[in-house]
């Protein structure tokens, strides 16, 4: 009676069960204690204070943003101290960075990015040549070519911009699809990730070939076109182009093919170092470490004093255009928009949601870590301070497709679910249709068959009106291979073991 006593007392489980008789002034007071730390904790926990929950919002706001913006809040950074201290990263510095920083990072880039990309994965999207074609031809013809026609006419009509920015602006244009935000942003917004990690590295592969070229073949007419005869004496050095393809070779395709074996031949343990040590994250910090040196040297040689703040925000507005034009093109292209579902040769050309999406964000995007190591490449005899404008345009493109690139992700992501769902309704029209007496009279070698049940509960009818052709389809027979109904023939009283078993009687 005693023990239903205290069971019953609502402050039992937060109090001592010792009987009050027995307590001492030792235990009153321990009692005392122990009830108010428990009262604090449970108002600490259950019931925080207004002025607790006003702190505690901001901040972890604050730290969301510093995690998935840290690299945009790093490159300005990293300007920040090229702008105040030039000589620390510049050519020649403190740190040496032709070598530390314009060799070593760029290895460890490169080095890193084979070590990511899934050999495996790559090797189920090898053989959709078409898709493959599309993605590097717009990448590395249609929008370098554009890029370079649309410059070349704003030089004839004298733009007042800076020539050097413009150039850069080709040279961007120029570079290949990025190695990862691209892959990233496919993948959540639905699209198909596999693609699109094929085309990355295809197009970085290719980009070390295709690249020079297209700037060795640009750099000419460009040169002839631009009103500022300084500014085309410095950048219209030769390019050595087989000296070009060396320094990528060693810097690039070398350390991508030494991550690859590595990562073939230890794939779990590669695995598990890309998370443990952050990988990308060391990727990105030195990719920072480049931009930092091209900055310094520009900044040491003066190079930026002729580029204005206007200048700065035409590139700005100019690539966002380039950005959102480039992806409507790959949309257009890859998706062929028409009335669905249109006539049969656009059925054979259109590609799937998932698959246009990869299209969109590997043909519209353009690497800084393929396109800083080229244009230092491309113009390391020249003056230094000079690279750090013709980079600008690249690093302004790059900041503004990650800003774009996300804001597209929702909404592609909404469409290709619209679409998924569209199609598991036209796929249920055609296969689980069921055949009106009108049909069955004028198809008469459609047969119906009997009821099918369900061996553990025979009162539980799949369909009382199925016909002959839809019980043969490949959804009911693959539903039925996949759950615990048993066929049952109703004339025969015979159960088959499979459901294909009912049509051979």
Partial sequence: MADQKWNSTPAFSSEVTIPKPALSPTSIERKHSVSLSTYSEKSATLAPSKSSRWYHKPKSIVLALLAKYWFLIGLALVIVLAWQFPDVAKKNGYLHAEWSIKWGAVIIIFFISGLSLRTKILAQTVLRVRLHFLIQFINLMVIPGFVFGLVLLFFKMHMPLNSLLLVGV???????????????????????????LMNAAL??????????????????????????????????GHVDFISVLQQLGLTVLLPLAAGQIVQWLFTDTVAKIKVKCRLSEVSSIALLTMVWSVFSDAIAAGSFNAVTAVDIVAIAILNAGFYVIFSFLAFFLAYIPSPYPGPSWIQRLRYSR??????????????VAMGVPLINVLYQKGDPGMIGVLSTPLLLYHVEQLILGNLEVELLKRWVNRGKQTDLEMQDEEDMVIASPDTLADHPNIQTVEPIYCSDDPHHVGSSNLTYGLANSTLVQSQLAQSDIMPYDAKNEKLYDKPHDIHKH
């Fill in 170 to 196: 080709v040279i961007a244009a120029s570079t290949p699809t990025t190695v990862s935000s691209n892959v990233v942003m496919t993948k959540n917004a639905g699209g198909n990730e596999a693609s699109a």
């Fill in 203 to 236: 197009g970085n592969v290719l980009g070390i070939f295709v690249s020079p070229a297209l700037v060795s073949a640009f750099q000419g007419p460009l040169m002839a076109a631009t009103p500022e005869e300084e500014s085309s004496a410095e950048a219209g």
């Fill in 354 to 367: 998932q698959d246009t999406v990869a299209v969109m964000y590997c043909a519209a995007t353009k690497t």
